[in-house]
């Protein structure tokens, strides 16, 4: 064990913090994209889409997902959290690495937005958007009720 015991609920309320902090983020971005699709590339509505892409992503989405990281690091090393021969703790690493998969998407379509070179409508992008929830309710059952 790294951390103290007593440490222990201050992680792991740190942890759930950055967690929604970063879910926030990760289906607020796509909605944005949505909006932005519907601008004029080089207008000012679309310069205003691209400051608030930046700030959510820079300010918010980018520094609670290390958090998340950081603090999910810190409570896997108490012992007892969860032991790596349960399919329960594999399945929330796979949906946990499709939520970082998604991220990485998000940065790649926020990149083309900035440049105005948007590759994807609206339709693709709501479709995006319900993609992270799925992940988070396969993550949050996975955890609370690990039924394997």
Same mark, same amino acid.
């Given at each position: =064990? ?7 609920? @201050? ?9 929604? *902090? +970063? =879910? *926030? ?7 944005? +994209? ?7 590339? /080089? ?10 892409? /930046? ?6 989405? !980018?520094?609670?997902? &290390? ?8 409570? %896997? ?12 703790? @594999? &399945?929330?690493?796979? #949906?946990?690495?499709?939520?970082? +998969? =998604?991220?990485?998407?998000?940065? /790649? ?8 070179? !948007?590759?994807? %409508? #609206? ?14 309710? &396969?993550?949050?059952? =996975? ?6």
């Amino acid at each position: =064990m790294l951390i103290p015991q007593y440490l222990y609920n @201050w992680i792991l309320s740190l942890h759930i913090i950055s967690v929604i *902090a +970063f =879910m *926030a983020g990760i289906m607020y971005l796509p909605r944005l +994209f949505i909006y932005h699709t519907e601008t004029d590339p /080089k207008s000012k509505e679309s310069e205003r889409f691209k400051l608030m892409e /930046k700030r959510l992503l820079k300010q918010i989405v !980018n520094p609670s997902l &290390i958090l998340s990281v950081f603090f999910g690091l810190l409570l %896997s090393s108490y012992p007892g959290v969860f032991d790596l021969s349960e399919k329960w703790v @594999w &399945i929330k690493i796979i #949906a946990f690495i499709g939520l970082v +998969f =998604m991220h990485g998407l998000f940065v /790649k379509n926020y990149k083309n937005f900035q440049i105005d070179k !948007n590759l994807h %409508s #609206a339709r693709y992008f709501r479709r995006c958007n319900e993609i992270p929830f799925i992940f988070m309710i &396969i993550i949050v059952i =996975m955890v609370v009720v690990k039924p394997f």
